[in-house]
């Protein structure tokens, strides 16, 4: 007679369930620790042609003013000439999204203070896609960075819309929602459309801008806000191994 000793493996995973999130991520105001908010512009001297003022390098850049009058366009006084474009920035650190999550709705808003929406100019407002050399801060550089971002975030809200006694909102297209970073900074620009398109609007001696409230802003009731609605990871599976031993007699 002879014992054997058998062994059963059990594997079993334990899974979890995931609920959808949603978070709403501000600008840091300054002094900046990951993220931040601001302009950049080209102009403030001479007449500039058009294509000049859109493909400059930029000649100034503010992250630490609380309200900022950007975007803005400025048409001078001797006829077709340009002499101030700005373009806006908005920084997020949505890091805490985490990596392998899934982002289903998102809604990027800013709180405007006053207006100014000539009619020949005719502008609308334009959320794309932003570049910039930090993330705590916005360059000069910047201005130049940016110029290529055309793809529409979430379609164009023509001037004459933007609220100036609270937020208005834009809510993201699937470009917009690939663009919302899951382990780092979602960067997102606010523009007039005409330059994004680089197409030159009429031009008369005066200007459309629209004053938007920054990080720097005391408190968050009107801060930039991006506002994220996402599904984290599930966790992995964990395989478990049991092993049970008895003697049968053969």
Same mark, same amino acid.
């Given at each position: 007679?002879?014992?054997?000793?058998?062994?059963?493996?059990?594997? !079993?995973?334990?899974?979890?369930?995931?609920?959808?999130? +949603?978070?709403?991520? !501000?600008?840091?105001?300054?002094?900046?620790?990951?993220?931040?908010? /601001?302009?950049?512009?080209?102009?403030?001297?001479?007449?500039?042609?058009?294509?000049?003022?859109?493909?400059?390098?930029?000649?100034?850049?503010? &992250?630490?003013?609380?309200?900022?009058? &950007?975007?803005?366009?400025? /048409?001078?006084?001797?006829?077709?000439?340009?002499?101030?474009?700005?373009?806006?920035? !908005?920084?997020?650190?949505?890091?805490?999204?985490?990596?392998?999550?899934?982002?289903?709705?998102?809604?990027?808003?800013?709180?405007?203070?006053?207006?100014?929406?000539?009619?020949?100019?005719?502008?609308?407002?334009?959320?794309?896609?932003?570049?910039?050399?930090?993330?705590?801060?916005?360059?000069?550089?910047?201005?130049?960075? +940016?110029?290529?971002?055309?793809?529409?975030?979430?379609?164009?809200?023509?001037?004459?819309?933007?609220?100036?006694?609270?937020?208005?909102?834009?809510?993201?297209? &699937?470009?917009?929602?690939?663009?919302?970073?899951?382990?780092?900074?979602?960067?997102? /620009?606010?523009?007039?459309?005409?330059?994004?398109?680089?197409?030159?609007?009429?031009?008369?001696?005066?200007?459309?801008?629209?004053?938007?409230?920054?990080?720097?802003?005391?408190?968050?009731?009107?801060?930039?806000?991006?506002?994220?609605?996402?599904?984290?990871?599930?966790?992995?599976?964990?395989?478990?191994?049991?092993?049970?031993?008895?003697?049968?007699?053969?």
């Amino acid at each position: 007679m002879r014992k054997l000793l058998a062994t059963i493996f059990l594997f !079993f995973s334990i899974t979890s369930t995931t609920f959808a999130v +949603t978070t709403t991520f !501000f600008p840091d105001p300054n002094p900046e620790t990951t993220s931040t908010d /601001g302009r950049a512009e080209q102009g403030g001297g001479a007449g500039l042609s058009w294509t000049a003022i859109t493909v400059g390098s930029g000649s100034g850049a503010d &992250s630490s003013t609380a309200s900022q009058v &950007s975007p803005y366009l400025f /048409g001078e006084a001797a006829a077709n000439t340009w002499s101030t474009m700005r373009r806006t920035f !908005f920084l997020f650190d949505t890091s805490a999204i985490g990596a392998g999550a899934t982002v289903s709705s998102s809604t990027f808003s800013f709180n405007a203070t006053a207006k100014v929406d000539n009619a020949t100019l005719n502008q609308s407002i334009a959320i794309v896609g932003a570049s910039t050399t930090l993330n705590t801060s916005i360059a000069i550089a910047d201005y130049a960075l +940016t110029a290529s971002a055309t793809q529409r975030y979430s379609p164009d809200v023509d001037l004459g819309l933007i609220s100036t006694t609270g937020y208005s909102h834009f809510l993201l297209n &699937s470009d917009g929602l690939n663009n919302v970073s899951l382990t780092s900074i979602t960067k997102i /620009g606010v523009r007039f459309h005409s330059e994004v398109n680089r197409v030159e609007p009429t031009w008369v001696a005066s200007n459309s801008n629209v004053t938007i409230d920054h990080a720097e802003t005391a408190g968050t009731a009107t801060d930039p806000k991006l506002v994220v609605t996402y599904t984290a990871a599930a966790a992995a599976s964990s395989p478990s191994i049991e092993s049970d031993f008895w003697p049968w007699e053969e």
